[in-house]
């Protein structure tokens, strides 16, 4: 079996392989009336193609997006909404080797111990292509965040690539938008791409951490026990291929930390308890606080590397293993804008639950509202 | 809204307080003509339980289970098995100081915020007593998976407590259930005893670091790309009260490595492939290798702590709360079997899911029974 | 497997058997702050309780509910909400003739070939009485209704039992809770008490029709294309025990008319559009539009009577089926409150929804609001 | 909020409105390793398809299906099938003049009061259109079953249109794909033609009864208490296009029978245990029994007809609806091969769900296998 939707209110269904005709995705659930077009979906994709820049897979997929159904005359109509990508540069040959053997840490060889079969095309549906649906439906979840919450604010960001660090002090949301990395760190950017360009040379690759930030989320988002903002988030962030860990605000750091250094401390601001720190990551006992909604999550190496590797044959034989084709050196990069969509889709079906709990899209209790105690 | 069920095929539904009556899960999807009873929930339930040695809350439950429905003559009928656990040991009036002010680092503050009301005794729903109801419905999983899989052990571990991490050259399964930290280095018993003793005289508490790994584990389990066996995981751990972060095999490590690292180099063993390390954790394209599944998840510090802390109260006006009552100070030593239940309940699903596709539980296509390509 | 819920946000598993230690429901995703007791439930549940009068089952159960979580001082709290009966006049030994043989027409056999084992005291999972687990749920979503939609009525009857109908012309709504019958009509109350105590004479049993209506359904409700109203009342009216059929409005009948008989013309109202017939049944495309929602289903008769019938063995041998015990001669009267209990989880589960999308629980657009085009 | 997804493993989501761009099945969970391609799809789309005869709309729609992903060299590979239908014949001005009011009996006036606005071309999402996509889901579910049960046969014709019934003791199957109404009996397709030809001289339209039965269904199919099997025939037949009605075995005729009449005894066959009637349709609890399963359910008749209908406009102004373009007289007769559709998706999803509990897609039990007790 196979499970291809996510969400609870807002799904979104993501269906298509890598070198097939089309990928796309079923986004169901969609409110009624919001503005939507192909160019607004476009521009999202567009910052996730390939191609982009020497640090990406130089495979050229335009991405154009097609929107099927579910929109009428600019509007969202409730309907079901079909957006499709074609398939356009697919240079299926380049995979002729792996055909009958699995790149170790790629999901080849499970696929096949699954199915019995897999489509070898690219990856078929393992492919970091896959992605690009996510990102169609995020940008559909963001223009009717638009609508519902038009303060909510969405960035993400890597902060690490293989050994490097960006330095939080050089910290400069204007940066993410201006080097290939989406790193908020001018300095990073310029000594990471020294450090791609020679990963690559190797025929290496190298792992990242993102980290996606939601700041202007209403406090009371969340569905306990088991859809809590935090799960959700943790399950969106690690259905993405490649991730391998996935943390909110302290994250694993919590584990160190004491029970004095982890309480947020509260006082009243103007509007409305202020937290004095942000351990939580805007996230308790699975609602937001109303704080910054912090995750981030590590992307091992893209496996497909042209160094030799020890795998096995199909019929089990023992065999090296190199790819050819063309590879994100660091699919990390390309992680970014993902990320960013699946807080946006989750961000949006959690609104969509609360609103269902309440009829608004705020806290039913506002601290301070009440009369003293 | 809330949704308090997780599970595909075998779903489980957790409700109750930690002060109301009683506490229990719906256990719906359970195979039948499995041997089930009391006894055998009892044991695991024992485990988890509250008040064995000082290093836990000193509240007495006694947490017996009592199945209502779903067995006939010590055997599962297939049709819903209800757990109910008794709450016996309330004190409620422990709690009339957070009445009307909100815990730092706790989900007070969020519930008031998304219900405009909440339960405050214990914590309510937001207590980790409700995890009790989790290890009842994982004894069941695991009753399963011995018909279905007896070669499954899974087995959780605290790594680390506060700065504290375990010895990994000492590492003794032996010892995980001679020492009250499950901890699988009898020196580092030993020296968090000493440890916590300090933290707890302090009126503080501290994080920790559990692991739970799954061995047996047959290739093929997992359903992408949405409830892949990873995301499963993440969502499950991420689920448990007061986890802050998961990671599966190399982690948020990941991020650090180079393709060539972390490729888990396969050869042929003599019953099928073998890999040479295992930074998948027993995962790939979130489908099990049939490597151990290994699963890792941070626990932040109890937020219930006797160091007084800046908070507001309900009408906004400064306070500070200090938090009286009965409390584990590591709350994360009662994860263990906490974590554990959780994989239980997770592999037993997707095990289900798996036998639904292909008849079986095991993998569909064996490399190495092909003829040679 | 076995799937025990229904509802897409407000949740309804119900759980238990005949001859249990007890039966109930938990009832998840229900708005917070409602008022809610158990006296509230028990109203309804006396309703569809056995042994009121000669005309059903002399089982004497009190059907105490016991609401074990999800409440707290008088008010939901928004997690999940336990319901607990107790059962307490079994008579097993009464079933012991059918351990080795199955009743013709009874689900006996079927989950014998499902599960391999079946609890055989009163039917175990199959018997009518997981329908009082219904209407404890029911009760609950009434109480949420009150708040949100207070001018919802739901009222349901019998319209026929075996071959006798009721009169329309006769139709006196004050009637219905005057009769064992639930019938709106006084002199067949009579007529089909005398019919009825014939038909327990004769070793017998018999069918029967409900009908259940709720006015005051604001328009908008439904969920196209395969959570329409319509879709889910039919799923929800079919899932109760012996019925096989359910119809909307006009329902079978449609087959017999005309595109001009079968149109409802609309005028407009003072406050709306208003239909000039109701052939539809107050829903069209699977959404409400306002007029009272109309379900009909037919309820087979008891399959547990004193006449032999050829069956049987689980060896295959022959044999003949006389059921002893005390059984209902007519199982539809007692589904006349459990088809209402059915009504209003399905009418709030839409409501939610509705909700969810509009923030509101009327219509999105008035008719006659427009300026005119 | 919408949703237009079935099923619980095998689940089919349809999009796509009657003019726009596309429409089309998502179809997920969808077993690997299926013979499927294009041509398998078409044939049983080329039977819906309208235009065929005088008797359905003259709308001239290739319907030709896409297979856009999940199959790789004529093979399902396990991952989300997405089928496409590029709409071709849309005449969108031919209603020009219902933009603004409502067609009587037309889910034009619950659509535009749930979400606002709606796409009038065709009826957009509510038109009979979106069949097209259940019929090539259904067309992969029958692939799937040939390989899974093979000897499950599935069979739709009209048994009524109007006033006309069809005479059961002329019953020939062989006719039923000889003639444009699916009718097993020459004769009333016969006498049909010319009552229909009158229905649409008159610009009138007429309801249908359908029946589909499905011989070789194993026993133990169903999935108590609420996916029961007749439960999920019902939703899957009442989420067709104006079904106001859906019956099984007896129907609404088994409030009319007594225990005695309704009691379809059993004898020991040579295969296992044989039923003398088949008043239950072929399902006891939910459950199959090995009978022919068999599902009836009503079609209204078409609500777009050119007599005149009172109606109102979007503004509330009294007028007359007159409905042009092409219509069917009697929608029902391309409801036949939707059915069939319906119940070859929800038989699949049974077995699946069937095969997860027991590894087998027969009966756990089999009677007479027993020692004698």
């Known amino acids: 079996m196979s499970f291809n939707t996510f969400g609870h209110l807002f799904r979104v269904t993501t269906w298509g392989e890598s070198h097939g005709p089309a990928l796309g995705a079923t986004v169901d659930g969609c409110p009624p009336g919001v503005a939507l077009d192909e160019a607004m979906i476009q521009t999202w994709l567009d910052r996730r ?38 398939n356009v540069d697919q240079r299926s040959k380049d995979y002729g080797n792996i055909l009958d ?49 038009p303060q909510v604010k969405i960035t993400g960001y890597m902060v690490q690539m293989g050994p490097h660090h960006i330095d939080r002090t050089r910290f400069d949301a204007a940066e993410i938008d201006r080097n290939p990395f989406w790193v908020p760190d001018a300095q990073a950017a310029e000594d990471w791409a ?18 996606v930030v939601a700041s202007g989320v209403p406090a009371g988002l969340g569905a306990p026990i088991y859809a809590k903002l935090d799960t959700e988030l943790a399950a969106a962030m690690m259905s993405i291929n490649a991730v391998k ?15 004095v250094e982890n309480a947020d401390e509260i006082e009243m601001g103007t509007d409305g308890p202020r937290y004095r720190s942000n351990k939580a990551g805007g996230i308790l006992g699975g609602i937001s606080t ?31 293993v190199v790819t050819k084709g063309r590879h994100d050196p660091c699919v990390g990069i390309r ?15 959690q ?21 003293p105690e």
């Open 194 to 211: 020294r450090a791609l360009d020679q990963i690559r040379k190797d025929g290496n690759s190298v792992g990242a951490m993102i980290e």
């Open 101 to 149: 053997t699995f790149r170790p840490g790629h999901a080849d060889i499970t696929y096949f111990q699954k199915y019995g079969l897999r489509d070898p095309r690219g990856g078929g549906r393992s492919s970091a292509r896959e992605t690009a649906a996510r990102v169609a439906a995020g940008a559909v979840a963001r223009e009717v965040l638009k609508t519902l919450a």
């Open 49 to 86: 193609k390939p191609g982009q820049n020497r640090h990406t897979t130089q495979r050229r997929e335009p991405d154009a997006v097609e929107i099927l159904s579910g929109v009428y005359e600019g509007r969202t109509t409730g309907t079901p909404i079909q957006l499709m990508i074609r």
């Open 245 to 259: 860990g996935v943390e909110i605000g302290a994250g694993m750091a919590a584990a160190s930390l004491t029970g």
């Open 290 to 320: 109303g704080q910054d909604v912090v995750v981030r999550f590590a992307i091992k190496p893209t496996s497909s590397i042209h160094t030799p590797r020890a795998s096995v044959t199909r019929s089990g034989a023992p065999t090296e």
């Open 335 to 349: 992680a970014v804008p993902v990320g960013e969509a699946m807080m946006a889709c989750i961000l949006l079906d």
């Open 351 to 371: 609104l969509l639950l609360h609103r269902a709990q309440t009829g608004a899209t705020g806290p039913v209790a506002e601290i301070g509202a009440c009369a």
